[in-house]
């Protein structure tokens, strides 16, 4: 990828002020959030306690990307570890500007430091062939069950 990104882009891990720099608005490129500022910040304490890392990429100290990390540990492999990606949303009027591939390079590094010996994401088919850009390839099948319950935010 040839795609060089702005200057002066920082993508760093997110901080509980990231929810008033335009982050519920960034990640609404993937669906739209419903959340109110004060259930936002709770969902964010949640995540923070169960280890999900939620990173930002900022512009002009507004969030215009973002992306999601979850470090598994494995009894197989020797113990080393899997990064699952989730959630990686770049603003519309931002995107094809180099931000994805900025988080996501962020993202191999941490899963680098971290000993992960790969890294796994589910997409939808229309922005696949950005991953497949990336190094990722179809691996096996994804499945999901949708459960009936309330959240709990």
């Known amino acids: ?3 060089t990104p702005p200057p002066g882009l920082v993508v760093r ?6 929810l ?46 973002t992306a999601s990390l979850m470090i598994e540990p494995k009894f197989l492999h020797g113990g080393s570890a899997v990064g699952h990606i989730e959630d990686v949303a770049v603003r519309q009027s931002e995107q094809h500007h180099g931000i994805g591939l900025a988080l996501m390079k962020h993202l191999f590094e941490v899963c680098q430091q971290a000993g992960c010996y790969k890294v796994i994401l589910d997409c939808a088919p229309d922005v696949a062939p950005f991953y497949e850009k990336l ?9 999901r069950v949708d459960l009936q319950i309330q959240p709990t935010a």
Request: net charge positive; proline share 2%; no cysteine.
């Open 13 to 18: 891990l997110m901080d509980a002020r990231d």
């Open 135 to 143: 190094g990722f390839h179809q691996w096996a099948l994804g499945y």
């Open 1 to 3: 990828m040839t795609v």
């Open 20 to 65: 008033q720099r335009g982050f519920l608005e960034t990640l609404s490129a993937l669906k739209p959030t419903e959340l109110s500022h004060e259930a936002a910040v709770s969902v964010f304490q949640r995540r923070l306690r169960s280890k999900v890392h939620t990173y930002v990429a900022l512009l002009e100290n507004q969030v215009i990307g």
